[in-house]
């Protein structure tokens, strides 16, 4: 199973908005609804911002939005705060108890 | 709260076998799907096969296995290469593949 397709780095400045994709198959993102999109700061363990394509767990600013068209989900990041620098990755089911992650996604706060 | 802490890590020679562990706690630990991670050192976090509540599932040189009633998780992973060197992180799953808590991992190094 390849690794699902997101762009290296991606960036925006204080309060404007950046928006990750995450590109795999009709076998993950495009055949289910259980995509999953993960921050992960420097030497720190990740996060949960988005679950089943669009869903945000308590806690989670609504800055944080999901979607998908296709074989293709995305994670829009709205009204960056510098806190919001991580690195980013999606996940999707696979089918038969297996998943893949993306490739990861850098973002930058100018 | 949700707490799960790795053990287990640490520099192993290449051909070897370890066991890492993943002590649960805060939540009923057999009512839930568990995980393995992994990220190699400036690299993507990667998926580790899944079990699911009962057994234990292998793929290769992994074991992945259970024990619910000391609520931790257990990965075997046998001949051991440099390639294996990365954090492995333990996730739990709220369904299907929805890993909404993690460890802080634990630091495996492959090294002669």
């Known amino acids: 199973q390849s690794a699902l397709t997101q762009p290296p780095s991606a960036s925006g400045s204080p309060g404007q908005s950046v928006t990750i994709s995450c590109t795999g198959t009709s076998s993950d993102v495009g055949g289910y609804k259980f995509v999953s999109w993960y921050q992960q700061h420097p030497g720190k363990a990740p996060k949960l911002v988005i679950y089943e394509v669009s869903e945000r767990p308590s806690g989670v600013p609504d800055r944080f939005s999901g979607s998908k068209s296709g074989n293709t989900a995305s994670l829009t990041v709205s009204g960056l705060q510098a806190e919001d620098e991580a690195d980013y990755y999606c996940?999707?089911?696979?089918?038969?108890?297996?998943?893949?992650f993306g490739t990861g996604t850098k973002v930058t706060v100018l | 709260q949700v707490q799960l802490v790795e053990s287990g890590g640490g520099v192993v020679q290449p051909g070897r076998s370890l066991r890492l562990s993943c002590a649960a706690s805060g939540f009923t630990f057999r009512s839930y799907g568990m995980h393995w991670v992994r990220q190699a050192p400036g690299k993507g976090l990667e998926w580790v096969p899944v079990?699911?509540h009962h057994g234990d599932s292998v793929r290769g040189r992994f074991t992945i296995s259970r024990d619910n009633s000391k609520n931790t998780l257990y990965l075997q992973i046998s001949s051991l290469r440099a390639e294996d060197t990365a954090v492995y992180y333990c996730a739990r799953d709220w369904g299907s593949g929805t890993f909404d808590h993690w460890g802080q991992g634990t630091l495996v190094t492959v090294s002669s």
């Open positions: 079990v699911w």
């Open positions: 996940s999707s089911y696979t089918g038969s108890d297996t998943y893949v």
